[in-house]
C-alpha cells in the first residue's frame, strides 16, 4: 500500500535548528517532495529529493534515503515566520500513472 | 511570472446542487492536477490532465470531474454535493508530468 508518516506538530525556538521526519511505503517511488503550507494558504515548494543524499538550499536541508523509506527536512537559524505546516510528499509512478502522495503535515510553531 | 490562479476564492452551495471550481496554469505548464485538503487532513489527490486528457484519478466517486481546455486551464465539477465536501479545493500545475507541482492559493468550498 502506500502510506507517508510525519509528526503531527512540533515546537522549537527562533534561532535553533528544527529536523522534521517523513517515512514512506510506496510502490512506484519517483522523488520526494517538501512543501511548506501557511494557514489557509497554498503549498509552495521547498525541494526536491529523487536520489540518496542531502540537498540544501540556503537555510533549509532536506535527505533522503531511499533504502530506509526516509527523509528528513531541516530548518536551520529558525524565524518566526517559519511557523507554518511542512507537507511530505512521495511522487508515485506506478504503471505510469503520475500522482503526488501526502503526508498530513507537521505544523511547527516557532517561539521567541 | 503568474503563478497558478483559481476561482472563486470561497463557493458557497447546499446539499444536492453543482460546484465548479476554475483553474488556469502557469504559463507553459502542460499538467494541471486537482488535489481536496478537508480540515484538518493532508491533501488528497483528485485528478491530473495533461494534454487535455484525463491521465489519472484518486480514490474519488463519478461525481468528481473535470476537463482541461486546449488553453490547458481546467475545470473541476463537482454534483451532488454532500456534506462532507466542504473543503480547501486546491489545483497545481507542472511544465511537464516529471516536473515540480506548483499550488494556486484554492477555492474553499462549502456545503451547507
Known amino acids: 500500500g502506500q502510506n507517508i508518516d510525519q509528526p503531527t506538530e512540533m515546537t522549537a525556538t527562533e534561532g535553533a535548528i528544527v529536523q522534521i521526519n517523513c517515512t514512506y511505503q510506496?510502490?512506484?517511488?519517483?522523488?520526494l517532495f517538501w512543501y511548506q503550507q501557511h494557514a489557509g494558504e497554498a503549498p509552495t515548494f521547498l525541494s526536491y529529493?529523487?536520489?540518496?543524499g542531502l540537498e540544501e538550499k540556503g537555510r533549509f536541508s532536506s535527505f533522503l534515503s531511499r533504502s530506509k523509506g526516509y527523509s528528513y527536512l531541516l530548518l536551520k537559524e529558525l524565524q518566526m515566520k517559519d511557523s507554518a505546516s511542512y507537507l511530505c510528499?512521495?511522487?508515485?509512478?506506478?504503471?505510469?500513472?503520475?500522482?503526488?502522495?501526502f503526508g498530513a503535515g507537521t505544523r511547527l510553531a516557532v517561539h521567541p | 511570472e503568474a503563478g497558478v490562479t483559481q476561482s472563486p476564492t470561497h463557493l458557497i452551495k447546499t446539499r444536492g446542487q453543482q460546484a465548479t471550481l476554475r483553474c488556469s496554469p502557469i504559463?507553459?505548464?502542460?499538467?494541471v492536477y486537482w488535489y481536496q485538503q478537508a480540515l484538518g487532513l493532508g491533501l488528497q489527490f483528485l485528478l491530473w490532465?495533461?494534454?487535455?486528457?484525463?491521465?489519472n484519478r484518486g480514490n474519488f466517486p463519478p461525481r468528481f470531474s473535470g476537463r482541461q481546455f486546449p488553453n490547458y486551464s481546467s475545470e473541476l465539477n463537482v454534483n451532488a454535493l454532500e456534506l462532507e465536501d466542504s473543503a480547501l479545493y486546491l489545483c497545481?500545475?507542472?511544465?511537464?508530468?516529471?516536473?515540480?507541482?506548483?499550488f494556486g492559493p484554492g477555492t474553499r468550498l462549502t456545503v451547507l
Open positions: 490532465y495533461d494534454e487535455g486528457e484525463e491521465r
Open positions: 504559463s507553459g505548464h502542460t499538467s
Open positions: 529529493n529523487v536520489l540518496d
Open positions: 497545481a500545475s507542472s511544465l511537464a508530468a516529471k516536473d515540480t507541482q506548483y
Open positions: 510528499a512521495v511522487r508515485d509512478w506506478s504503471g505510469g500513472y503520475n500522482k503526488l502522495i
Open positions: 510506496t510502490s512506484g517511488f519517483n522523488g
